[in-house]
């Protein structure tokens, strides 16, 4: 109940092209999520977020899109370049009653490859 | 600014062999966090730590322990470790905890031999 699935495993897009990573949660409880990029030889850095109270969240060519009913959401990377070549993870918040510990489920990961 | 900052950034240990991983953020931040990134796993939380003088179990504490004296300081250790644990280690840490954002250091990769 408290994992996030995360697909595809890989992913080659032309550049130009639209990204579409998805990920899939059990636990409704579960408020807050997170997608992270990591770039090889680095840390994550979060790249965008959204709650579950909106639809849709789009930042330049980076959008998730949310389905509560589904328990699902993607991220959608528009006109993607080969600059965005790297590793993306989605994330869940774990809300335990009342505590705010910020602890994070994360997905699997995503290796993106933009071919120029 | 530093941010936050992990040492070593390699190393390399025999079974059985301890060490001790530090994190040092200089971002004021309450919350601090060690995770483990495996192939295929994601990042898995180790332990976390919501203040100066806290700590607690995160999904995957067995065979680390950690502390957390100093508020800009978090300390990850092995104290016997084991193949398992080859892995590469990340720190991080939150102004706000749950809906913050975290921010990473650049990794610790551990090689138990």
């Known amino acids: 109940q408290q994992q996030v699935k995360q697909s595809p495993q890989s992913l080659i897009v032309q550049k130009g092209g639209i990204s579409i990573i998805n990920c899939a949660y059990e636990?409704?409880?579960?408020?807050?999520f997170p997608w992270y990029q990591q770039f090889p030889g680095k840390g994550p850095a979060l790249l965008i977020a959204?709650?579950?109270?909106?639809s849709e969240k789009k930042e330049g060519r980076f959008t998730i899109s949310f389905n509560k009913s589904a328990k699902q959401f993607s991220l959608h990377i528009m006109d993607s370049q080969p600059g965005d070549s790297a590793t993306y993870f989605c994330a869940a918040d774990i809300r335990a009653g009342s505590s705010n510990t910020g602890k994070l489920i994360f997905g699997q990961g995503t290796t993106l490859q933009v071919k120029p | 600014n530093a941010g936050v900052t992990q040492t070593p950034k390699f190393r390399v240990l025999k079974t059985g062999q301890s060490m001790t991983l530090l994190c040092a953020q200089d971002m004021n931040h309450e919350y601090m966090y060690w995770y483990r990134q495996d192939p295929g796993m994601g990042l898995r939380l180790i332990h976390y730590?919501?203040?100066?003088?806290?700590?607690a179990k995160g999904e995957v504490p067995d065979g680390y322990n950690v502390s957390r004296l100093k508020k800009q300081n978090f300390l990850l250790g092995l104290e016997s470790a084991a193949p398992s644990q080859t892995s590469v280690y990340f720190c991080a840490s939150s102004h706000t905890g749950t809906g913050g954002e975290q921010y990473f250091g650049p990794g610790t990769r551990l090689t138990v031999t």
């Open positions: 959204i709650r579950p109270d909106v």
């Open positions: 636990n409704t409880a579960f408020d807050y």
């Open positions: 730590s919501v203040g100066e003088g806290t700590t």
